[in-house]
């Protein structure tokens, strides 16, 4: 947990700006800054950039799962302990040509949540993956993506109870489906968006054609959703690569 | 994660803005990756790959190619940044000459990065395709910070820091090539893309003067 040493904060506010989720904050009557322990997702930037000129930021252990599991997945350094990724904890699109995880005919979803920068607390996450699982989502195993541990019930995505009020900085929810059910999992996302109090960055996973194509995008035109102009091109030089 | 795949800002900006990753997968090629990697690196550095790094180390903008390849172990993942198509032409195609096996992955814009690959001679497997921000949209800074904290995608660039890092530019106390090498040092995966990022700090600095001149 990163807390804010009374004894040694001047109150110069110069943290202040050092927090990706503006959970830092001054007290005026004690002209001493402190963290809301509500809002900060453990993400650790202010500890590792040293931020604080006399040195007040500080760490106290992690009590509990859930905690040690928010601060995986807000501060990149640590590995996931299940997937052993750094990161999100996720490999994502970017050994599909290996792992084989999104197949042909199928539409992987990559659900960021809390992405970009205005973190998420795990109900607003759990909202979204419910929504998905009853349109048809099929969610990542545990072994391959971090939010699916917490699930108590891999078919609806509902959490565990418990970790329902922890902040992070971002968590992503991963699943596919087959490509008949790629709508209905797009119209989900349109109504509960509208439901949650943070915003997700949406990716959609193609196998693709030899020219980088997938006839699939142009369902995307009847749910108005524009065409993409980005993307993450995994160029298939992995080995032994995946046909699947 | 997909952290270098949600990049805001103007799109032909972005045209000149392309991420590279080299990726092993969980129990088939996650062992002894030392080597490949160097190898990784010294392609990258061959096409002036002008930021890169390793997220248990630290971006280049930070630390010493060799600091960062001492510490390489089987947990790194090396990624960078390049500033044009041809950089990406090339590197693809060193390293598809090399044949290490490891995943490779180029992010950008699509009408650059495909091209890219045909030009490489690299056939695309799969696609993550970014279908942008959804929810309570409201809360975000605003577009041109965006722009600039999205070039990390974990998000550690806090919106406020690059509000002062503007202000200091603004002023004069900071170059906007200062302004951008301290926020790419936040961006620990090397990823961030300081030589745009400056071009932004910039343009926003002129367009204040211009406002405020007019006003």
């Not at chain 1, 699943?175 to 943070?198: H, N, P, Y």
């Not at chain 2, 170059?175 to 961006?187: D, M, P, R, V």
Request: with cysteine; glycine share 8%.
């Amino acid at each position: 947990m990163t807390v804010i040493n009374k004894e040694k904060c001047v109150g110069c506010k110069t943290c202040m700006k050092y927090c990706t989720v503006d959970a830092i904050h001054y007290l005026p009557e004690e002209r001493k800054c402190y963290v809301d322990q509500s809002r900060c997702t453990e993400c650790y930037v202010c500890v590792r950039q040293k931020v604080c000129p006399v040195g007040a930021i500080e760490t106290v252990e992690l009590d509990g799962f859930f905690k040690q599991f928010q601060h995986v997945m807000s501060d990149p350094v640590e590995n996931h302990g299940v997937t052993g990724v750094t990161g999100r904890g996720t490999e994502e699109v970017k050994t599909n040509d290996v792992s084989g995880r999104v197949k042909k005919g199928f539409a992987g979803f990559s659900i960021d949540m809390g992405r970009p920068g205005l973190g998420v607390f795990l109900r607003d996450a759990e909202k979204v993956a419910m929504a998905m699982a009853e349109a048809g989502l099929v969610f990542e195993p545990p072994e391959t993506t971090p939010l699916s541990a917490l699930m108590t019930d891999m078919k609806t995505g509902k959490l565990d109870d418990a970790c329902l009020d922890y902040h992070l900085l971002s968590v992503i929810i991963e699943g596919s489906c087959t490509l008949d059910k790629m709508s209905d999992v797009f119209r989900a996302l349109q109504k509960v968006e509208k439901e949650i109090d943070t915003v997700f960055s949406v990716g959609l996973i193609l196998r693709v054609d030899e020219n980088g194509e997938n006839p699939a995008l142009r369902e995307l035109d009847a749910l108005g959703i524009p065409q993409p102009h980005r993307g993450k091109v995994n160029v298939g030089l992995g080995r032994p690569l995946s046909t699947l | 994660m997909t952290h270098s795949l949600h990049r805001s800002g103007d799109i032909e900006s972005q045209k000149r803005d392309f991420n590279w990753f080299m990726y092993q997968t969980k129990g088939v090629n996650d062992k002894n990756i030392r080597d490949k990697a160097l190898e990784f690196i010294a392609t990258a550095e061959a096409w002036h790959s002008e930021n890169w790094g390793d997220v248990k180390t630290g971006p280049l903008t930070q630390y010493s190619s060799e600091e960062i390849r001492k510490n390489i172990s089987d947990k790194s993942r090396i990624r960078g940044v390049f500033t044009s198509k041809e950089q990406v032409i090339g590197f693809l195609k060193d390293i598809k000459a090399k044949d290490l096996g490891m995943s490779v992955v180029i992010t950008g814009v699509l009408s650059e990065v495909l091209p890219a690959c045909r030009e490489a001679g690299v056939t695309p497997h799969s696609v993550n395709y970014s279908l942008g921000v959804w929810g309570n949209k409201s809360r975000l800074p605003d577009d041109d910070t965006l722009s600039i904290t999205t070039m990390c995608g974990h998000h550690m660039i806090p919106p406020k820091f690059v509000e002062d890092v503007q202000k200091q530019v603004d002023n004069g106390k900071l170059t906007a090539e200062e302004g951008a090498k301290k926020l790419s040092n936040f961006c620990y995966c090397g990823i961030f893309n300081q030589i745009r990022c400056a071009e932004i700090l910039n343009i926003v600095s002129e367009k204040k003067k211009r406002d405020a001149a007019g006003a």
